[in-house]
């Protein structure tokens, strides 16, 4: 059975800090690209970053980028988001995704139930 739960959120001010877990079982973690998304109320679900299979690279959108730090753990099948510096705008549930890129797993997609962050200004 797939799972990706995650922790670590929470309701901190403006410019303070939060780190997000993702901890992951029932499929093979090192062959799928991690990443996480947020969403807002009434807003779409928006790309945050990435770490790609393997090891092979890191993504960051454009509002992530010198504030936000994403790493993973694939013995311990962890995928973790580090996020200083935040701001009210960082306001939503943040979630968690693997995306599978080869083999037979290549197009599947897990989704974890979210973890809440509220930043207050």
């Known amino acids: 059975q797939v799972q990706l739960v995650e922790s670590g959120g929470g309701l901190v001010q403006n410019g303070g800090a939060l780190r997000l877990s993702c901890h992951a079982s029932?499929?093979?973690?090192?062959?799928?690209?991690m990443q996480w998304y947020r969403q807002a109320p009434g807003q779409e679900r928006e790309f945050i970053a990435r770490?790609?299979?393997?090891?092979?690279?890191?993504d960051y959108a454009d509002s992530a980028k010198g504030r936000f730090t994403i790493s993973r753990d694939d013995v311990g099948q962890s995928l973790h988001l580090q996020m200083n510096n935040l701001r009210p705008e960082d306001t939503a549930t943040y979630y968690c995704n693997a995306r599978g890129i080869v083999g037979a797993d290549a197009g599947t997609d897990y989704w974890g139930q979210g973890t809440q962050v509220t930043v207050s200004s």
């Open positions: 029932g499929f093979s973690f090192r062959r799928y690209t």
């Open positions: 770490f790609r299979a393997f090891g092979s690279g890191i």
